[in-house]
């Protein structure tokens, strides 16, 4: 069974919420787990709810990096922070895979100090996921995305490095036979976006091991065109950060407009099972986390305001990438394009 | 205080009496009893002895803790009291000889009787039942036998046996217990009854060592801190184990046994073992140092394979540190025979499971 290394003390609700996530995934499954962090903090919260003590341990450390903390000051300030000791057990075999909910950047660079590239791999790449409309049955009502913050440029052999390791994670989490993978662009000729990606563009066509569907517009982002879509860090970010603060501006409008209006009280009153579905649907909570791709060892990164539902399922994500061996499947792939 | 109640441990001549008693409840702390729903209820009373299964460890801890006082040359009783009714009493002895159990006694809850009498209130209450009981099987028990008591979370097993070990010990009167028992308004006749067993008490001691609550139902630990550090809620029965190897009433055989039963029954594996004993060092029931003998034993029966070099030295540097501190400090650690504040655990417990 997996050893997974959860980062107690990193995300906005942390510790109290990656804690319980542990507790509830350690009643729900038989994953072993390691809580990283201040052993005291962490086994007085596990006093408060019910847990299995068969599948936790726990891992002393006396410091975290805070979310707002500059990532490459705070790694070289403190050197035994959660993220760090996580990571380091995850290269060390103590463990199989790390989850955390901390600081992105510190995050990716815990990753990047302690992890090894696999062999090709020029840059690891950060993934995310989204919801987005359903266009064939069966498909995964969230999307994958990726880079979304570990480069800022890329260069076209990485784009396509990108497009296998995202190929093989969306087959082996989303259980698509072959998930269709799409190069954001800014349209949908193949000569668009500049030498960087029609190159990019060229050399994924090329590639029988994937199911290219050419350029993807922004437009198409949500529509379930692609499974996994792939940009530079930059433009991933940009289009990620994007999709979250339309979700969160359109729920203030809405708000607003109801405490405004009367009319749209009762119509987002009559509305609201739907509503409340589609909120179910796109929630983060069930997809739990992303991975960090392009490394031997595996790290999930869970989103920022994970509650315990959703550090839960981000655990069984990386389980379930540990268990159908998703770095040495990115690395046979790999290996045979070479 | 001595060292030895500073550092949480019974006092050694507790131990060394010429007997103790081992007290257990049945459903849920020893038997495996479901009775969540109807249907699983209705099919008690129609099971033989062989449909009933045990807890993964107990027969082999019940057996190790008789072992382990004769080695010591103290007489071992072992008692079950149980809240269901003598009419599953066959099974109940068929499956106790099926795990090799020796016992001393063993008493049924007659909700027959309560039934023709049309006490109904009896049927469902066992607070007064249990305590009234404990207090009667104490006064024809042994003289100056030591106790460790045996329940679980589902009912009131924790609040029940800390007022019995206050009783013992002449921390609770006659009149404190009445007023608690009508405040939990437990039926009257109990209450009178367990009044004068109170108050027939001769003599008061510090009789219960150990009070262990089997957390079948995951109640949070943290719930039971108002209950003292007598009491050591545990997750399974190697917990209570090492807790009892720890106070000097189980060898270093017995550990291995406990543990072989929750693996091969189970499916445990050595991080498992560890884990659990991991759990207990964090939850202050078991010390550093002890822990490092567990996992000697276990290793020694190649029930646990050895922890990273680093973490051992991490384990083993800690367990120094404990040592010395123990040895300097004059209070650190939990007391065994705690003041309880029984008013707010009738807060916090008053209802639970009844």
């Known amino acids: ?338 | 205080m001595s060292e030895e109640q500073a550092s949480g441990r019974p006092p050694k001549e507790a131990i060394e009496r010429a007997a103790i008693t081992f007290r257990w409840d049945l459903d849920k702390t020893y038997l495996r009893t479901q009775f969540e729903s109807l249907r699983q209820m209705v099919k008690i009373p129609f099971e033989a002895g062989s449909d009933k299964v045990h807890l993964p460890g107990v027969p082999q801890l019940i057996q190790a803790l008789r072992r382990c006082a004769a080695a010591r040359a103290q007489r071992p009783f072992v008692f079950f009291l149980s809240a269901s009714p003598p009419q599953i009493g066959n099974a109940i002895r068929q499956k106790l000889e099926l795990d090799g159990i020796d016992y001393d006694g063993i008493i049924f809850k007659d909700q027959l009787r309560n039934l023709v009498r049309g006490r109904w209130r009896s049927l469902r209450e066992h607070l007064g039942y249990k305590l009234g009981e404990l207090l009667e099987s104490r006064r024809l028990g042994p003289a100056a036998s030591r106790e460790v008591l045996f329940g679980d979370d589902w009912e009131s097993d924790p609040l029940i046996y800390s007022m019995y070990a206050d009783i013992l010990a002449g921390r609770l009167t006659a009149e404190a217990t009445d007023t608690l028992l009508r405040t939990l308004e437990v039926e009257r006749g109990a209450i009178a009854r367990v009044t004068r067993a109170v108050e027939a008490l001769e003599e008061h001691a510090e009789v219960v060592l150990r009070i262990y609550i089997n957390l079948e139902k995951r109640t949070p630990p943290g719930r039971f801190h108002i209950f003292g550090s007598r009491l050591v809620p545990a997750f399974n029965y190697f917990q209570t184990g090492a807790s009892l190897f720890e106070i000097g009433l189980l060898d270093e055989e017995a550990l291995p046994a406990i543990a072989s039963a929750l693996v091969d029954e189970a499916g445990w594996t050595g991080d498992r073992l560890r884990n659990s004993l991991d759990d207990l060092v964090r939850r202050g029931h078991l010390r550093l140092s002890s822990r490092t003998r567990v996992i000697r034993v276990l290793q020694r029966a190649g029930l646990a394979t050895p922890a990273p070099h680093d973490a051992m030295l991490r384990a083993r540097l800690r367990a120094a540190f404990e040592r010395l501190q123990a040895r300097w400090s004059r209070t650190a650690g939990p007391v065994d025979a705690p003041v309880l504040d029984y008013e707010r655990i009738l807060r916090e417990w008053a209802g639970r499971g009844e």
């Open chain 1, 1 to 338: 069974m997996p050893r997974i290394a959860v980062d107690a003390m990193g995300g906005d609700f942390a510790p109290e919420e990656i804690v319980r996530g542990v507790a509830q995934a350690s009643l729900e499954s038989d994953i072993q787990m390691v809580l990283v962090g201040a052993a005291d903090k962490i086994q007085a919260l596990l006093d408060a709810g019910p847990y299995n003590p068969e599948l936790i341990s726990v891992r002393h450390c006396s410091s975290a990096i805070g979310m707002a903390e500059d990532p490459r000051e705070a790694m070289r300030a403190k050197r035994d922070a959660s993220i760090t000791v996580a990571a380091r057990m995850v290269a060390s075999g103590e463990a199989d895979a790390m989850v955390s909910a901390g600081n992105t950047g510190a995050c990716v660079l815990a990753a990047a100090k302690n992890f090894k590239l696999i062999r090709g791999v020029k840059k690891a790449a950060l993934a995310s996921v989204f919801p987005r409309q359903t266009d064939y049955p069966g498909q995964d009502m969230f999307g994958l995305l990726l880079d979304v913050g570990a480069t800022i440029r890329c260069d076209a052999i990485e784009l396509t490095q990108f497009a296998v390791m995202g190929s093989a994670y969306a087959r082996r989490i989303s259980k698509v036979a072959s998930p269709r993978v799409g190069l954001l662009n800014m349209g949908s000729e193949e000569s668009k976006g500049g030498d960087v990606l029609v190159e990019a563009h060229r050399r994924m066509k090329s590639l029988p091991a994937l199911n290219f569907v050419g350029n993807i517009e922004g437009n198409d982002v949500a529509t379930g065109k692609a499974d996994v879509i792939i940009a530079e860090g930059l433009l991933g970010n940009v289009v990620l950060k994007l999709i979250e603060g339309i979700g969160e501006v359109a729920a203030t409008v809405a708000t607003q407009a109801a405490q405004d209006n009367w009319r749209w009280r009762i119509g987002m009153a009559m509305l609201s099972t739907g509503i409340s579905r589609m909120r179910d649907l796109a929630d983060f909570r069930t997809y739990g986390g992303a991975p960090i791709l392009g490394f031997e060892s595996l790290c999930i990164k869970a989103h920022g305001r994970s509650t315990a539902p959703a550090v839960s399922n981000a655990i069984k994500v990386a389980a379930k990438a540990v268990r159908d061996r998703i770095s040495p499947e990115i690395a046979e792939t790999l290996a045979q394009i070479r």
